[in-house]
């Protein structure tokens, strides 16, 4: 957790600076990128560990993802800011849209991905089976014609 958060401080210490260097927020887009997966990467640790039976095997305190999620709530809110006041008009409208279109697009590659896995799984299955079948009918016709010489 703690290496998520400094990923994101630190993305947001180049955005800030590069805001208040230049006053184009679009100079900082691969800082913007850095600090959106270190968010989402430390919300998906939190939701793992809230979804799972056993707890985060890493044994962080609840306290501590709180103020973790908290301050990157934080920044994000100071990030919607510099997008309202040092970018285009709708620019933080826009930012939220794609988002959400990147988000679902995400969702979407992750269940092909897994029903790839899915197929190959089941193919592997048959093809086994196969050659198992294949080796017994093999092996029952040896044992047939040469056990009985």
């Not at 800082?31 to 919300?43: E, G, M, P, R, T």
């Given at each position: 957790?703690?290496?998520?958060?400094?990923?994101?401080?630190?993305?947001?210490?180049?955005?800030?600076t590069a805001v208040q260097n230049s006053g184009d927020l679009l100079k900082a887009?691969?800082?913007?990128?850095?600090?959106?997966?270190?968010?989402?990467?430390?919300?998906q640790r939190a939701n793992k560990k809230k979804n799972s039976l056993f707890g985060?095997?890493?044994?962080?305190?609840?306290?501590?993802?709180?103020?973790?999620?908290?301050?990157?709530?934080?920044?994000?809110?100071?990030?919607?800011?510099?997008?309202?006041?040092?970018?285009?008009?709708?620019?933080?409208?826009?930012?939220?849209?794609?988002?959400?279109?990147?988000?679902?697009?995400?969702?979407?590659?992750?269940?092909?991905?897994?029903?790839?896995?899915?197929?190959?799984?089941?193919?592997?299955?048959?093809?086994?089976?196969?050659?198992?079948?294949?080796?017994?009918?093999?092996?029952?016709?040896?044992?047939?014609?040469?056990?009985?010489?």
């Open positions: 957790m703690l290496a998520e958060l400094s990923a994101a401080n630190a993305a947001f210490a180049v955005i800030k887009g691969k800082a913007i990128a850095d600090f959106v997966n270190a968010k989402d990467s430390l919300h985060d095997p890493n044994k962080t305190s609840d306290i501590e993802e709180f103020i973790a999620l908290e301050q990157i709530r934080e920044r994000e809110e100071e990030l919607k800011q510099y997008m309202i006041y040092c970018g285009r008009p709708g620019l933080w409208n826009d930012w939220i849209k794609f988002q959400v279109d990147a988000r679902v697009e995400r969702q979407r590659q992750k269940k092909l991905a897994e029903e790839r896995r899915e197929e190959i799984l089941v193919w592997a299955t048959i093809i086994g089976a196969v050659i198992l079948a294949s080796s017994l009918f093999i092996w029952f016709i040896y044992m047939f014609k040469f056990a009985g010489n």
